[in-house]
């Protein structure tokens, strides 16, 4: 099973004006990749979840289009969240029978 990849696009027509990270390097959900700039307003962009940068296929100074693909993280499949259990939390249900009083 290959861990998911989530493509770092741009959500804005501009000029990249800071990468922060490089291939290889662990990212955590939230944390900044990307600064890119448009009429004089910075727009971080952010992983949207932990993994491992696999691309960065833009550097300082580059023009970029709306949707425009910057960078490429693949998670860890040991970082995604497991997946809810069948087993009801009370035993399934079943529920010792209450003492008589």
């Given at each position: 099973m290959t861990p998911p990849r989530t493509d770092v696009r741009s959500p804005v027509a501009g000029a990249v004006w800071d990468v922060r990270?490089?291939?290889g390097q662990a990212v955590a959900q939230g944390e900044v990749l990307l600064v890119v700039e448009t009429m004089k307003v910075e727009v971080p962009?952010?992983?949207?979840?932990s993994g491992t940068v696999r691309r960065?296929?833009?550097v300082r100074g580059d023009l970029v289009e709306e949707g425009q693909v910057l960078a490429v993280v693949a998670g860890s499949l040991l970082l995604q969240p497991a997946a809810p259990s069948a087993a009801a939390p009370d035993g399934g249900g079943v529920r010792p029978p209450m003492p008589a009083g």
């Open positions: 990270v490089h291939v962009l952010v992983a949207a979840a960065v296929l833009v």
